[in-house]
């Protein structure tokens, strides 16, 4: 199964943040419920929907987690992927809690972010 169908399953019970992270359960080698714990206060993206996106969160998390030091690169990368994929980082924004135009939906945002980490975890990023 595909990591974002993986992230999809999570995200029916599980926010944004915690769906992306425990996508990635097997390359953090961390345990399902901690990655849950370390996710949960992004629901609605941080200080819900004022902040980052929780999918975009999660995913900076799993690249720290997993991926080559040093991560700022490759944390650069994930972000202007994101935004230019998704229309913005900030969740509120995203969500169009401003204007009502709404840039992209959570499911897709999640698997945006998915993938994203996904190419730059790739044995020619790494």
């Known amino acids: 199964m595909r990591k974002e169908d993986i992230a999809s399953e999570y995200k029916q019970h599980m926010n944004c943040c915690q769906a992306v992270l425990c996508a ?3 390359e953090t080698g961390l345990e ?3 990655l849950r714990k370390l ?3 992004f629901g609605s993206g941080m200080a819900t929907m004022d902040g980052t996106c929780g999918a975009l969160v999660g995913a900076e998390m799993v690249l720290g987690l997993v991926g080559q030091q040093p ?6 990368k994930l ?4 935004e230019q994929q998704c229309g913005s980082s900030v969740c509120g924004t995203i969500k169009g809690i401003d204007n009502g135009q709404v840039l992209c939906s ?3 945002c999640v698997r945006n972010a998915v993938n ?5 975890l790739a044995p ?3």
Not at 116 to 120: A, D, R
């Open 116 to 120: 994203i980490v996904s190419e730059l």
């Open 39 to 41: 996710g949960s206060a």
């Open 24 to 26: 990635f359960k097997d």
């Open 71 to 76: 991560v700022r690169t490759g944390a650069r």
């Open 79 to 82: 972000f202007t992927e994101f």
């Open 106 to 108: 959570c499911d897709q």
């Open 32 to 34: 399902l419920d901690l």
């Open 124 to 126: 020619a990023h790494v």
